[in-house]
Structure formats: C-alpha cells, structure tokens
C-alpha cells in the first residue's frame, strides 16, 4: 500500500465533505474504511491518520497564511 498516496487521496476527499470530516475526527478508523473501502491493517492505520491529521493541519494553516498576506496586498 503507497500510505503517501493513500492520504493525498484520503485529503482530498475529506476536504470536500464536511461530515466525513467529523466523521475521522470521532472515529477515523470508520471514516478510513469508508473512505477506502478496505479495512486498512492497524500497523499502517496510525501511520495514515496522523498523516492524515499532519496534511490537513498543514493545509489550513497554508491558507490562513496565504488569506493573511491577501489583506496587505494593495
């Protein structure tokens, strides 16, 4: 299994369905299965959900920042 792969596309989708969003944060290893459709190994599944959590934190802070340098362009 490409992991890295795996959570691009687990972003990806979670980006765009806000249920699904509060769906992994209360149980991601349901919200994975759904996502996935496979039943993800538990040796590979804390791998993926911090991944997960990592991009999608990492995502959101990037467009704070980009909106922050949006009110100082003239």
Sequence with gaps: ???KKTI?????KL???EALQQQFLSD??????KLTGIDIP?????SIVAGVRTKLTA?????????LG???KK
């Design 1 to 3: 299994m490409d992991i």
């Design 8 to 12: 691009e596309d687990i972003v990806a």
């Design 15 to 17: 980006k765009s369905d």
């Design 28 to 33: 991601p290893a349901g919200a994975l299965k």
């Design 42 to 46: 538990s040796d590979q599944l804390d």
């Design 59 to 67: 995502d959101n802070v990037g467009g704070a920042v980009k909106n």
């Design 70 to 72: 949006n009110l100082f």
